[in-house]
DNA sequence: ATGACAGTAACGGGGCGTGAAAGTCT
DNA sequence: AAGACTTTCACGCCCCGTTACTGTCA
């Protein structure tokens, strides 16, 4: 029996992050924690791992990040469950309304980029269609809509006042 | 020595809200809480009252407000002082969110009715200075600068898709 | 001299992590 | 039969609110 000796080796696996995977005895060493206090969060409501048909607990990845989430804000900061809890709760609040401001940052943008391109649309369409043309009399309308760059130069301007 | 009987009268009184006016006894009493507990949450950073020159604490009306909002969480929740302390900070930051995400809702308004009226206005401009004049034949650029209603239907939409 | 302030220190109840005991399933 | 899961319960540490003691000032 001169077996070869035993290699380790490294495997790769894909899997879901919300996909239960581990038992509670690896989801507790994984995060670094107590099993027993695995089932204390999740009598808590601050876990809620995935269950096995025989009914035993499995924690998927998010999970335990989330885990080593509340242990490090436990063992480091020092809180208690019910602070856990609504901290929890407001750093998801946190998190839905940075990604609001992100859209809405966008959109303000769109709409002032739209703005300016829609009003040198119109310009470029009318000099088009019109040319040859004289230069239009100083103080007409048209003469105002030969250039309408002034008047996004005002707008801007408008709108920084009230900002910031 | 018939004295008259005492009259509770009622007084009001302007002050501002982050005038140092209450010691510690009033203070205490007016959040629901032993004054020493007060000395405490300012050893740890809670809370910052005003001192007069003689050395004693003066709380102001903020620091009321706030010392009431403390005990909500401790008494009420639970939470320890680590939680507290958290817990603030991010209150604060959400605060701080909600009035930007107002402000940016309050310009991706303006820029967008602004865009509209600048678009009628360039229409109005237009029918005035060349009226009278025969229906544009269709497809032309001309045909579409009359109306501009459609173009910004157009562009409502394509903002609406990546939105929400 | 009384009373409210200041600070430091000790008691005590409750939260929570850990460990043990007992049952079930493979 | 061994081992890992399940639940329930008890021990013990530590946080923190309260109380008590002492000193200072008006």
Known sequence: MASTPLRRTVTRVEVATDR???MIS???ELAHMHPQTLRTYEARGLIAPKRSPKGT????HQDVERLRHIQQMTAELGLNLAGVQRVLDLEDEVHGMNARIEK??????????ELAERLEEVRRSFRAELVP?????PGTELARLA???PALRANRQRRGRSER
Do not use: I, M, W
């Not at 607990?57 to 998927?60: C, E, F, I, V, W």
């Not at 809405?104 to 980029?113: G, M, N, P, V």
């Not at 043309?133 to 009399?137: L, M, T």
């Open 57 to 60: 607990r499995l924690y998927s």
């Open 20 to 22: 239960g995977v581990f």
């Open 147 to 149: 250039d309408v760059r």
């Open 133 to 137: 043309f004289s230069k239009p009399r």
């Open 104 to 113: 809405l940052e966008a959109r303000a943008r769109d709409a002032e980029t």
């Open 26 to 28: 690896v989801a507790a």
